[in-house]
């Protein structure tokens, strides 16, 4: 199974930022679509940003224009660069395969907090 290590998460300001990475192991990275997560306290889970071996791009309308996702297949790593954060973004963050029978890690705790 596929290893993943969440970091960058923290505490920040209403309009800061934070570039969340996730370093990947034990799998054939570069031919995954990595996803990033987040779930807010009382919530599900919900997709909030694709990108595809090939460098496609999706993200959920409630964070687009607003948080980019990247990968680095050398470094085996998937980031989220996200700017003009809000309250409302505020939740632990994961990354993830779209792997059958795939595992959450412990994830990064992102707080937007004025």
């Known amino acids: 199974q596929v290893q993943l290590v969440e970091s960058g998460g923290g505490l920040v300001q209403p309009g800061g930022s934070l570039r969340l990475s996730c370093a990947a192991s034990g799998g054939i990275f570069s031919l995954y679509v990595m996803g990033w997560y987040r779930q807010a306290p009382g919530k599900q889970r919900e997709l909030v940003a694709r990108?595809?071996?090939?460098?496609?791009?999706t993200y959920v309308e409630s964070v687009k224009g607003r948080f980019t996702i990247s990968r680095d297949n050398a470094k085996n790593t998937v980031y989220l660069q996200m700017n003009s954060l809000k309250p409302e973004d505020t939740a632990v963050y994961y990354c993830n395969t779209e792997l059958v029978g795939r595992k959450w890690g412990q994830g990064t705790q992102v707080t937007v907090s004025s």
């Open positions: 990108i595809t071996s090939a460098g496609t791009t």
